[in-house]
């Protein structure tokens, strides 16, 4: 192709992105767009599947069986949030095989939240509550975004999200509601996942690289600092209500700006914890390694099996 | 209270309930992402069918438990489930071939629980029915894909077999709770399953390419609430919470 | 070596036993005599090192630190013995290597009471008392067995085990003791570990072999029935104290023979369990092979540190 | 009470506690029996000093709690361990790994709280500190085979190395009641022992042909009650008896 060729079907998919068109597999795309994509939509995957291990942590010690059904049912959906944009992302060229590859090396990302140890059952209060509370608040955009797929397969999770979230919350209430040993371990939780939630929404806007382009293709429609000062906004209000305290001593209501200002974000630790070095990088990695090296025969037998069947069939059609 | 019909539900409730923690420590870290959710999925279903019988199980006990006291404040030696329930997750072989002898089981049991005259177990089997139904598709096809797959997996889908087997015989047991309530037409007959349940498990063998083992001898205890020395290890996490903040809200 | 001679050996060789005299691994001994107490004294090595499993599994879970530190001790004592009824089974001309692989293929046996389980602290209680108390009554004996290594090994051994029986009487004590809760374990315990105890002193005299010859080497003073006779009369007055039941319904004092007379043992579950079949047999000598397998990367590490140690050395002698 | 005070020792007996919990973990399953017999010794000594730990802070708690109390009757977050205690068992070169990095440090601690002016802790040092030289005889001495063995044993063990490593300078962290503790000439200015543990550490590393990891950065939270998520089920086990039959002798 010519460059002028590539030059007008960029113009025409920049125009269709502008009138809010969807791009789908199948359409021709800028080289850039379909990398994008790819990292950015297989790093939103493996943080559904990362994201399965602090909650999974706690599935045989929940305090109740409502909330161990509870639990399992949620850790299911993200297992099926991973499967779809596995499945989404596998449009674009890449295999499901490749990505692990990928997060398995540490080549991929997933959300640095999941570094962090669930270490007390408030924790699998504070996850729904604060980290699904800022994955939606970085999703419920992506609902519109120019890639049909992945648009289509937020709209579900974001759905789903919404529900996890409120029952985040419902757990945070019933431990502030119930002894003072439970509201402690409510407030401890909270003290040790508020600013890692905040980094959540990723580095300043200073330091934050794509956004432009992001922007452009609808990947992004607010900043990173404006994401995280509406959850902020969002989030004190319900902190009140469960009569907890945010663990930030900065923070108060700014009434000229009707938004909240807060304290310093420790970004060494945001930094320390994306480059590999958090408190469980290494164990979540070694879990999902184990998990894919464990049932390599388990996989292998599967295809054996089904082209063992294929076979059977044919012959049976001679 | 009536104290056979209780314990009668304890012994159903207390398979799934065991049954179920097993599948649900492997959460997240399954072969593959589509086994991962049919296991958890598994757990999940279970757990449900749990609530059920607990929550009967409080309402004829009358004493202010609730399903939770009945689910996890028991010593060990009180859990009734059969051995077979409680075999760790050796690997995944193991793992199907649990829940395969059991699913089995557990469909048969169900199918004839549901013509029980009492109304409550037999609507909790009526509605788990069409979720064993599927456990067991599950299973049985993943006996025969790993039975009949490669040569590693044969030959680890016939040690867990042959491993696990010694456990079957103990599911046609019957208890003293058991044959009362089969008496007042509540219970299943259990003996009675056992020719089906070994038919149709060794059909599915063969169509796995297994060979079906022959011993003799067979362990059984557990509906007598004598374990193996797993159960213990999985009873402290199960019951860690409700043991460590006692009479609390969840 | 001509027949006449090796018959003169023989005899000189029974007559020193006769006197009472120590033979020793240098010494001439006739082969049966040698394969007799490999698989005698290598059997109860196994016993030692099986029997750790059943009690190592209460270990992370004793109720108290001061249960705790006794049981590590004792359990670390049965290595202890292992380590020297292997060493002294080594001076018969088999490696430790070779007994173990017959252990770990099912070709030696080990005392069938430890493939029952553990099930609750309890039986941390009736381990000690029962089965170290009926092992007591067997091994005092061997202490003035024929065979030099082997009866010291003994003399050790016995101290100790009879050290761990009544350490393992005052875990019962203090749970008949204690609350009712406590006192129903230990009674349900009692009625677990009874008859398997009662098994372990052997075979009736009816049904064992090896008998006539074991008298004559001084494997054996008594017969089975006899030290079962010896166990259940000195142990049935201890349940007493305890305020325990002997689960038997037919156990009743014989003015007469001045000793108790009890009911039938379920044989056909003691040959179940000799054969492999009873409730832990797999999982007791899977433990062990994991042990061993799993271990084998050290040991191999162990032996090639040594070798490159001893070329240093050499070279540096040079 | 001596709020400092009891927080040090807790501080100091979790340590040994956890760490000895960890190693009772193998008894019956070490490669040989004469590990197996070492590190089951490792385990006795650890708790025993626990024991010693613990009845003293019982007695300047003075609220009626008792050793087992303190021990086995807190809440996960009031263990003050150091995350490298709690790590598992992952293979033999993460246990003697493990125990090598702490045994270090115990060693070059104990020294030091010998001359507290707490004679209770003097002498539990002073008693203590005969074990553990012997324990980090056994752990350098097994880091140096595994490190200079085979291959395959030297890269298991470099690995460990390298993963646990991470773990070591929480060590040298001061709590307040470390802090306070130093004040009173009653506990060990750890951050003083830091040079002496990496020199040492280093020495026994080079002569295993072992390469000293580089990285900067480090994990801590142990000592201020937040762990990885190891302890859970560690603390599950530890406590079942405890919270399973509350206030009973044993």
Known sequence: MSEEQVRSLEKQFDERIERDEKIEPKDWMPEKYRKTHIRQMSQHAHSEIVGMLPEGNWITRAPSLRRKVALLAKVQDEAGHGLYLYSATETLGISREEMYEQLHTGKAKYSSIFNYPTVTWADMGTVGWLVDGAAIINQVPLCSTSFGPYARAMVRVCKEESFHQRQGYEIMLKLCKGTPEQKDMAQDALNRWWWPSLMMLGPTDAESVHTEQSMKWKLKRKSNDELRQQFIDQTVPQADILGLSIPDKDLKWNEERQSYDFGEINWDEFWQVVKGHGPMNKERIKARVNAWEGGEWVRDAAMAYASKNQERKEKQAV | ?250
Not at chain 2, 11 to 29: F, K, V
Not at chain 2, 152 to 169: C, F, G, P, R, V
Request: glycine share 6%.
């Open chain 2, 1 to 250: 209270m009536n104290t056979n019909l209780y314990n009668y539900i304890l012994g159903i409730a207390d398979n799934s309930l065991i049954l179920g923690q097993r599948m649900g420590e492997l959460c997240g870290h399954g072969p593959n992402l589509e086994t991962d959710i049919a296991c958890t999925n598994i757990s999940l279903d279970l757990f449900g069918q749990v609530r059920g019988y607990f929550q009967y199980a409080a309402k004829i006990a009358n004493d202010g438990r609730t399903e939770d006291d009945i689910a996890m404040l028991r010593k060990e030696r009180d859990y009734l489930n059969v051995l077979l329930a409680e075999q760790p997750n050796t690997d995944f072989a193991y793992t199907i071939g649990r829940q395969f002898l059991f699913d089995v089981y557990h469909l048969l049991f169900l199918t004839e629980l549901e013509k029980s005259k009492d109304l409550t177990l037999s609507a909790i089997a009526k509605k788990s029915i069409k979720e064993v139904r599927y456990h067991q598709r599950f299973s049985s096809d993943w006996v025969k894909r790993l039975g009949d797959g490669t040569e590693e997996s044969h030959s680890k889908m016939q040690q867990a077999i042959n491993d696990l087997w010694t456990y079957t015989d103990e599911l046609f047991h019957q208890t003293e709770a058991d044959k009362a309530m089969v008496e007042e037409g509540i219970g299943v007959d259990v003996t009675k399953l056992k020719k089906d349940y070994y038919e149709k498990v060794s059909t599915i063998l063969e169509q796995a390419t297994l060979e079906i083992p022959e011993s003799k001898y067979f362990q059984k205890g557990g509906k007598e609430g004598i374990h193996t020395e797993h159960l213990g290890f999985l009873l402290s996490e199960l019951q860690y919470m409700q043991r460590a903040y006692p009479n609390m809200d969840w």
